[in-house]
């Protein structure tokens, strides 16, 4: 059963490994202030490059191993030089020594609790429908597909409709190259797109 709300174009999404599929709509411009409001709400806050690598020089000076001075300097080098393979290597190297650091590891879960929110919250809101074995039947009551309903859903399934839902919500390259808004910087968390 298909069921649209949206004046603008829907599409079929089927998650890799089932012959499900789902409708997911883009969202108009009201549609994901309010997304962003649910997931503020739910999620929190995505900690930016810079907020975590901060608090990473704060986690090595809090151990204080004897090298910090050098630690401190891969830090410095991994944000003068992003592209540096080697450097991030090392990079992450330190970011695991200090994953349980407390003033490092509350960024860590603030940007695990965002990104594991935004394909349910994404889901959602741009669920339009829904077609296969073993599905129930689709509503949406005040513009959005309740919580009950999803959680009847393969979470699988769920977080990879809800990841395209995310994509779809992003400009495509040629609206981007019309558009005079900035890009996103890599502080922005990038979709993962289901193939």
């Known amino acids: 059963m298909t069921v649209v ?10 998650p890799p490994g089932t012959e499900r599929r789902y409708l997911v709509a883009p969202l108009t ?3 994901r202030q309010a997304f962003r409001a649910d997931l503020a709400r739910e999620g929190g806050i995505y900690p930016s490059y810079s907020q975590m690598l901060d608090a990473l020089r704060a986690a090595v000076r809090e ?16 944000e ?3 592209d540096d393979a080697a ?9 695991a020594a200090c994953a349980t650091v407390p003033v490092y590891a509350g960024l860590l879960a603030a940007r695990q609790r ?3 929110t935004l ?3 994404a889901a959602r809101h741009a669920l339009r429908g829904w077609e296969g074995d073993g599905l129930p039947p689709f509503r949406r009551a005040r513009g959005l597909v309740p919580d ?4 009847a859903l393969p979470q699988d399934e769920v977080e990879a409709v809800g990841w395209r839902a995310s994509t779809l919500m992003q400009p495509g390259q040629d609206a981007a190259k019309n558009s005079g808004a900035p890009s996103p910087s890599h502080e922005t968390p990038a979709p993962i797109t289901a193939a």
């Open 5 to 14: 709300f949206s004046r603008r174009d829907a599409e079929w999404f089927g």
């Open 29 to 31: 411009y009201r549609e």
């Open 63 to 78: 151990i204080a191993p004897e090298n910090t001075g050098e630690l401190l300097a891969v830090i410095d080098a991994s």
């Open 80 to 82: 003068a030089t992003p």
């Open 87 to 95: 450097v991030q290597v090392q990079l992450g190297t330190i970011e």
């Open 114 to 116: 965002y990104l594991g």
């Open 119 to 121: 394909p349910w919250v």
């Open 148 to 151: 009950d309903l999803l959680e």
